[in-house]
């Protein structure tokens, strides 16, 4: 069975998530912004939590650099949102600058801490890396925890209508 429609079949049931989260984060500037400027306007959106200080978040970086650059024009928002590891506490703003200082992310980080993170991924966070994948109605269709191959993600999307459609209709 391919890797994306397994995938598919195990977060079928979060298909009836909506949550368009009326929650604000704090950017690296110390401006809050509503994830909701984000989320369920039409744009399908992939959120990384992950931290500067977690091994595994940072070898997953670069791939998610790359898939941010290949699907900016296409429709997808990346975001990223740091907390402090191992505590899962507030992300600690001059650790964030400072890394990406040295490895540059060309899209918008947000700092959280577990709870802030649980409350936007919809679900309680237990492990980082974490990417969530929204629906451009703002539904949470997918949640991978640990280190994820963004080809993964693109399989994910391009395929989710063609298959939910299908199995509606088988159903």
Same mark, same amino acid.
Request: proline fraction near 8%; include cysteine; aromatic fraction near 10%.
């Given at each position: +069975?391919?890797?994306?429609?397994?995938? $598919?079949?195990?977060?079928? =049931?979060?298909?009836?998530?909506? !949550?368009? =989260?009326?929650?604000?984060?704090?950017?690296?500037?110390?401006?809050?912004?509503?994830?909701?400027?984000?989320?369920?306007?039409?744009?399908?959106?992939?959120?990384?939590?992950?931290? =500067?200080? &977690?091994?595994? &978040?940072? *070898?997953?970086?670069?791939? +998610?650099? *790359?898939? %941010?650059?290949?699907?900016?024009?296409? @429709?997808?928002?990346?975001? @990223?949102?740091? #907390?402090? $590891?191992?505590?899962? @506490?507030?992300? *600690?703003?001059?650790?964030?600058?400072?890394?990406?200082?040295? %490895?540059?992310?060309? /899209?918008?980080?947000?700092? !959280?801490? +577990?709870?802030?993170?649980?409350?936007?991924?919809? %679900?309680?966070?237990?492990?980082?890396?974490?990417?969530?994948? /929204? %629906?451009?109605?703002? *539904?949470?269709?997918?949640?991978? =925890? @640990?280190? #994820?191959?963004?080809?993964?993600?693109?399989?994910? +999307?391009?395929?989710?209508?063609? /298959?939910?459609?299908?199995? #509606?209709?088988?159903?």
């Amino acid at each position: +069975m391919k890797a994306w429609l397994l995938t $598919f079949l195990l977060v079928l =049931p979060l298909l009836a998530q909506a !949550a368009r =989260p009326d929650l604000a984060l704090e950017d690296l500037h110390g401006q809050r912004r509503p994830m909701g400027d984000y989320i369920g306007n039409g744009d399908w959106v992939v959120v990384n939590v992950w931290s =500067p200080t &977690c091994s595994a &978040c940072v *070898r997953e970086l670069p791939s +998610m650099e *790359r898939f %941010h650059d290949r699907n900016k024009d296409a @429709g997808v928002i990346v975001l @990223g949102v740091t #907390i402090d $590891f191992p505590s899962f @506490g507030y992300g *600690r703003p001059d650790v964030i600058r400072s890394f990406l200082e040295r %490895h540059p992310l060309d /899209y918008p980080i947000f700092l !959280a801490d +577990m709870e802030l993170a649980s409350e936007l991924i919809g %679900h309680r966070l237990v492990a980082i890396p974490l990417t969530v994948i /929204y %629906h451009p109605d703002g *539904r949470v269709l997918a949640r991978w =925890p @640990g280190p #994820i191959n963004v080809t993964e993600i693109e399989s994910f +999307m391009e395929n989710y209508k063609e /298959y939910t459609d299908d199995w #509606i209709l088988e159903h």
